[in-house]
T-cell receptor
Framework: GAVVSQHPSWVICKSGTSVKIECRSL??????MFWYRQFPKQSLMLMAT?????????EQGVEKDKFLINHASLTLSTLTVTSAHPEDSSFYIC???????????FGPGTRLTVL | DAKTTQPPSMDCAEGRAANLPCNHS???????VYWYRQIHSQGPQYIIH???NNETNEMASLIITEDRKSSTLILPHATLRDTAVYYC????????????FGDGTTLTVKP
């Protein structure tokens, strides 16, 4: 199956700083990428959908000015958590897909801890 | 996307078949049934999907009822490494994979 990577796999930052998480499709071109957030012992919650070259579509309740998403190429999407606070600490997971596939491919996730 | 209902947890003995049920009574005609699993602190892993016919691959079998209102994922010979949260999702195939995750079933395989 296709491979999706995320970088970094974990990050610890101070409150008030910004953190960028990268999501890459390694062996296919992803026209669409999705960003999820997962709190401990909870399910994945879709945050936003990003299409290459256009603005991301955010789910209800997700602050677009706080979670900046860029999908500049068919193999890379980035999520920037701006002015991070302890309540933003979570497991962030991306996935990638195209109209040609019947499945989406998930990255390994990024553990963010804000002190 | 249609909503799914799964039991919160199940146990299975190692080497035995694990049968994980999923109810999706409001599924639409163009929605597929997908199964993923998530091992602790990892990203979800695709297992199998189907529309109305039973499907089998190297990982599992998917049995969908004739009315398509429920399905069962079968792991034929569960191992300890199959311990994970299993998610059943229904979605159309044209939206490039957007999936809404429910609470899933925590499967614990015991020696």
């Amino acid at each position: 199956g296709a491979v999706v990577s995320q970088h970094p796999s974990w990050v610890i930052c101070k409150s008030g700083t910004s953190v960028k998480i990268e999501c890459r499709s390694l062996d296919f071109q992803a026209t669409t990428m999705f960003w999820y957030r997962q709190f401990p012992k909870q399910s994945l919650m879709l945050m936003a959908t990003s299409n290459e070259g256009s603005k991301a579509t955010y789910e209800q309740g997700v602050e677009k000015d706080k979670f900046l998403i860029n999908h500049a190429s068919l193999t890379l999407s980035t999520l920037t958590v701006t002015s991070a606070h302890p309540e933003d600490s979570s497991f962030y997971i991306c996935s990638a897909g195209t109209q040609a596939y019947n499945e989406q491919f998930f990255g390994p996730g990024t553990r963010l801890t804000v002190l | 996307d249609a909503k799914t209902t799964q039991p919160p947890s199940m146990d299975c003995a190692e080497g035995r078949a694990a049968n994980l049920p999923c109810n999706h009574s409001t599924i639409s005609g163009n929605e597929y049934v997908y199964w993923y699993r998530q091992i602790h602190s990892q990203g979800p892993q695709y297992i199998i999907h189907g529309l109305k016919n039973n499907e089998t691959n190297e990982m599992a079998s998917l049995i969908i009822t004739e009315d398509r209102k429920s399905s069962t994922l079968i792991l034929p010979h569960a191992t300890l490494r199959d311990t994970a949260v299993y998610y059943c999702i229904v979605r159309v195939i044209t939206n490039a994979g957007k999936s809404t995750f429910g609470d899933g079933t925590t499967l614990t395989v015991k020696p």
